[in-house]
């Protein structure tokens, strides 16, 4: 059996490799959030039934139509380390911005239906079915995800 020395030499070791593997996409740049986001902040809480603490949240930009995530090319990307990422092109979309929160307010990775679809329509396809009601389908981006 190791010794306890060695034990924790593997532990450091291991813990050090894997220190730098979080979500760092290429030119991102952190930003003040504009004080609108508090508001959809609000509303996000409200559809969610969930409440979050919005000045934890560390926002960043990455400019550009998307950047690289996991799944592709991502025009927002949530992180549990309480930070966002955002195409800057998709910093000023409401459901971009607003999918990305209520993943911060879950604390978790995924899409369950509810929350995301019914009762708070923000992806791309509940989205643009509850804005077609209102006789507005905003344009989606077919390559661009959301995560």
Same mark, same amino acid.
């Given at each position: 059996?190791?010794?306890?020395?060695?034990? %924790?030499? @593997? &532990?450091? %070791?291991?813990?050090?490799?894997?220190?730098? *593997?979080?979500?760092?996409?290429?030119?991102? =740049?952190?930003?003040?959030?504009?004080? @609108?986001?508090?508001?959809?902040?609000?509303?996000?809480?409200?559809? =969610?039934?969930? =409440?979050?603490?919005?000045?934890?949240?560390?926002?960043?930009?990455?400019?550009?139509?998307?950047?690289? *995530? !996991?799944?592709?090319?991502?025009?927002?990307?949530?992180? =549990?380390?309480?930070?966002?990422?955002?195409?800057?092109?998709? !910093?000023?979309?409401?459901?971009?911005?607003?999918?990305?929160? %209520?993943?911060?307010?879950?604390?978790?990775?995924?899409?369950?239906?509810?929350?995301?679809?019914?009762?708070?329509?923000?992806?791309?396809?509940?989205?643009?079915? $509850? !804005? &077609?009601?209102?006789?507005?389908?905003?344009?989606?981006? $077919?390559?661009?995800?959301? $995560?």
């Amino acid at each position: 059996m190791p010794s306890r020395a060695t034990l %924790l030499l @593997l &532990a450091a %070791l291991f813990a050090g490799l894997f220190a730098g *593997c979080g979500f760092e996409p290429a030119g991102d =740049s952190p930003i003040t959030p504009p004080a @609108l986001y508090r508001e959809w902040w609000s509303k996000t809480e409200a559809c =969610s039934g969930r =409440s979050g603490n919005f000045d934890r949240v560390k926002w960043f930009v990455v400019e550009g139509s998307g950047f690289a *995530c !996991r799944g592709g090319t991502c025009a927002g990307h949530w992180e =549990s380390s309480h930070e966002i990422f955002l195409a800057g092109d998709f !910093r000023n979309n409401e459901m971009v911005v607003r999918h990305e929160m %209520l993943h911060e307010l879950l604390g978790r990775p995924g899409h369950p239906d509810p929350p995301f679809g019914d009762g708070c329509p923000l992806t791309w396809s509940t989205w643009n079915a $509850d !804005r &077609a009601a209102l006789g507005h389908v905003p344009e989606r981006p $077919d390559s661009v995800r959301i $995560d």
